[in-house]
T-cell receptor
Framework: GAGVSQSPSNKVTEKGKDVELRCDPISGHTALYWYRQSLGQGLEFLIYFQGNSAPDKSGLPSDRFSAERTGGSVSTLTIQRTQQEDSAVYLC??????????FGQGTRLTVV | AQKVTQAQTEISVVEKEDVTLDCVYETRDTTYYLFWYKQPPSGELVFLIRRNSFDEQNEISGRYSWNFQKSTSSFNFTITASQVVDSAVYFCALSEPLTGGGNKLTFGTGTQLKVEL
């Protein structure tokens, strides 16, 4: 596609359930990022992929959070045993060496 | 650690007024990039500008202009003759190198701009 695509756009889940958020980056972009945007914390970096490897996972808030990327393309962010404080908008971005980061529209996660 | 401060939480202006959004940053890097992004109600972050730390020339793009002052660690954004469509949250960001190459963006808390008729 022309831009970064994220799905679902909205997700409501019960506390304790696992969720998977998907990101389709711009074709050819080797770098992929996940950010979280919440009211109290602003925009926080979660994880960075270069190709399929994640050299920097420093922003993942707990071991309930994990992410993978396959084929140098699609990425999935998984949150296990969701908690109410996980409620936020999860944003994905991609870039190549010579461009700025392009962001998707995000997935709004609500944990009830 | 890197830090970006946008002291203005919310600004309201009347259409056609000029408005300046402030951004102050902290970094120990000698080479860095500064960015401005716009986030309309749809939620997507829209890139506006990237500025290299070695280039202190001000930039103008239509009604938008940016003032980069290294001496005061500021990168302010001015919208001239504001329009209702400019209403959005604006984020200033600073690049920070990551392990394994690449970089991440450290964002300010954003400024909500409301332009009214």
């Amino acid at each position: 596609g022309a831009g970064v695509s994220q799905s679902p756009s909205n997700k409501v889940t019960e506390k304790g359930k696992d969720v998977e958020l998907r990101c389709d980056p711009i074709s050819g972009h080797t770098a992929l990022y996940w950010y979280r945007q919440s009211l109290g914390q602003g925009l926080e970096f979660l994880i960075y992929f270069q190709g399929n490897s994640a050299p920097d996972k420093s922003g993942l808030p707990s071991d309930r959070f994990s992410a993978e990327r396959t084929g140098g393309s699609v990425s999935t962010l998984t949150i296990q045993r969701t908690q109410q404080e996980d409620s936020a908008v999860y944003l994905c971005a991609s870039r190549d060496m010579n461009t700025e980061a392009f962001f998707g529209q995000g997935t709004r996660l609500t944990v009830v | 650690a890197q830090k970006v401060t946008q002291a203005q939480t919310e600004i309201s202006v009347v259409e056609k007024e000029d408005v300046t959004l402030d951004c102050v940053y902290e970094t120990r890097d000698t080479t860095y990039y500064l960015f401005w992004y716009k986030q309309p109600p749809s939620g997507e972050l829209v890139f506006l500008i990237r500025r290299n730390s070695f280039d202190e020339q001000n930039e103008i793009s239509g009604r938008y202009s940016w003032n980069f002052q290294k001496s005061t660690s500021s990168f302010n954004f001015t919208i001239t003759a504001s329009q209702v469509v400019d209403s959005a949250v604006y984020f200033c960001a600073l690049s920070e190198p990551l392990t394994g190459g690449g970089n991440k963006l450290t964002f300010g808390t954003g400024t909500q701009l409301k332009v009214e008729l």
